[in-house]
Every structure is written in structure tokens, then in C-alpha cells.
Nanobody, 125 residues
Framework: QLQLVESGGGLVQPEGSLRLSCVVS????????IGWFRQAPGKEREAVSC????????YYLNSVRGRFTISRDKDKNTVYLQMDSVRRQDTGIYYC??????????????????WGQGTQVTVSS
């Protein structure tokens, strides 16, 4: 059973940076696509970014493309989300999730069965 633990959330000012981490246990990044999702108050959860098990393919939500970067460290079994030039609209609970397969879709990150507990990101001055 995969387990995912997020960390790195907090309070950040607009235009600031934050790096989220997702440590995966019970499985290998070589076998699972990993994604970052977020849910803002009163809104539905949305996929922010995901990375394939090879690390060669990535997806980004349009509103974060060019500002956020997903990456992974196989030795640490950890996936990161570097958030730069953050905006108030980026506020929400950020979740890390794993798929049961390694490939990702070009149009998004769908139906991930394994989830972490989430970490709060608040963008405010």
C-alpha cells in the first residue's frame, strides 16, 4: 500500500516562493505517476501538475504553467512542487497523489487512487 506524506506548506507573500515535498513509501517512483492537486475553499479539487514514472513527461494546469515546476528525486523517493511567483489564487490545501500506473495524460491527472493528507498553502500579504 502506497503512503504519501506532504510537507512544505505555509504562509507566503504574493510573488514569493515555496517548495512542497511529497515523500512516497511502500512503492517506487519508477512504477507510479505522481501528481499535485489543490482545493481552495468553496471550490472543487483540481489537478495542478503531475509527472510520469519515467520523469520524462509532465502536465501543468494552465494557470500555473511557467510558475510551478514539478520534479522528483528517485534516491529519496520524493516528488517536489516548486512554486514561484505565487498568487492569492494559489491558496488552498495541496495534496500529493499517486496513480497505479506510470503514464500520464496530456490533458490532466485523473483518478489517482493513493492520496496524502494535504498541506495548507496560504498566499497573503
Amino acid at each position: 500500500q502506497l503512503q504519501l506524506v506532504e510537507s512544505g506548506g505555509g504562509l507566503v507573500q504574493p510573488e514569493g516562493s515555496l517548495r512542497l515535498s511529497c515523500v512516497v513509501s511502500g512503492g517506487s517512483l519508477d512504477d507510479h505517476a505522481i501528481g499535485w492537486f489543490r482545493q481552495a475553499p468553496g471550490k472543487e479539487r483540481e489537478a495542478v501538475s503531475c509527472i510520469s514514472s519515467t520523469g520524462r513527461n509532465t502536465y501543468y494546469l494552465n494557470s500555473v504553467r511557467g510558475r510551478f515546476t514539478i520534479s522528483r528525486d528517485k534516491d529519496k523517493n520524493t516528488v517536489y512542487l516548486q512554486m514561484d511567483s505565487v498568487r492569492r489564487q494559489d491558496t488552498g490545501i495541496y495534496y500529493c497523489a499517486a496513480d497505479s500506473v506510470g503514464a500520464i495524460s496530456a490533458t490532466g491527472c485523473y483518478d489517482y487512487p493513493y492520496w496524502g493528507q494535504g498541506t495548507q498553502v496560504t498566499v497573503s500579504s
